[in-house]
């Protein structure tokens, strides 16, 4: 039977809660399949650019796996770590693609003159803003077995996280004012090449609505704390994160921005 345990030769207890066996398998076969599915589009129709997205899935299989390791190794840090990494970071990956798709559709439809940035370097500056956002997060791993170290966790972590909702924000407002001003000017070529890229576009604003809901959640469960009502009750990852981050990848396969493929 599974139990809580502190971490060997210490009273540090890794978990508040004994971690669904059920919801961890169910999660990791979901992301799998999705993550499968998209990985065979993205070779399919050669849109590499999604490769980030696809690396995201398969770290959330990664984490979950964890998570279903962890069930009878609650003192054990390793499934710990793996899971809190690869849960905490795949919304990074997922945006890094979701950059590039904006720029692309900007290039498509020749609109560079309607962004407020130049689409040429959107990916560079959002994509870097994504890394530092991992880089921040990432090296917060193992320091939750230290009692001494578990602020300084916190505090990055939540850099982290305010650094990807900056970006989102900004990513938003460039890719609203840029589909309002091609709605009152719109370029010959987003008549001749159809009205996908506008299906593609609105992918965009649902997914990133997504991610920012699960990013709100993060920063308040990480500004709880340790102790906190998040940290202490599992319904509150899977209903905030789990499940908004499984319809992301759900919603990025049955759009998928294969009109965004290089002819």
């Known amino acids: 039977m599974a139990v809580l345990k502190p971490c060997p030769g210490s009273t540090v207890y890794l978990w508040k809660y ?156 460039c890719a609203i004012i840029f589909h309002k001003r091609i709605r009152r000017n719109p370029t010959a070529r987003s008549h001749r090449i159809g009205s996908k890229w506008f299906d593609t576009l609105y992918m965009l604003y649902a997914v990133s609505v997504l991610i920012i809901i699960r990013s709100v959640f993060r920063v308040v469960e990480y500004a709880f704390g340790n102790d906190g009502y998040p940290m202490a009750h599992e319904w509150t990852l899977f209903i905030f994160d789990s499940v908004p981050m499984t319809l992301v990848t759900a919603i990025f396969f049955f759009r998928y921005p294969s009109n965004l493929a290089q002819k």
Request: some cysteine.
């Open 18 to 173: 004994i971690p669904s066996l059920a919801g961890s398998i169910i999660f990791a076969v979901l992301y799998l399949i999705i993550g499968s599915l998209i990985g065979f589009h993205m070779y399919k129709t050669k849109t590499w650019f999604c490769a980030a997205f696809v690396v995201g899935c398969f770290m959330e299989v990664i984490g979950y796996i964890g998570r279903a390791f962890a069930v009878n190794q609650t003192d054990a840090l390793g499934p710990f770590v793996i899971q809190a990494t690869f849960i905490l970071l795949p919304p990074a990956f997922f945006a890094a693609s979701i950059y590039m798709i904006l720029a692309r559709i900007i290039r498509a439809v020749d609109g560079d003159h309607l962004s407020i940035i130049n689409p040429r370097i959107v990916t560079r500056i959002f994509v870097l803003s994504d890394l530092a956002s991992i880089g921040v997060q990432g090296t917060t791993a193992g320091f939750s077995e230290h009692e001494n170290l578990k602020t300084i966790a916190t505090v990055l972590v939540l850099i982290g996280l305010a650094i990807q909702l900056i970006s989102f924000a900004l990513f938003g407002a």
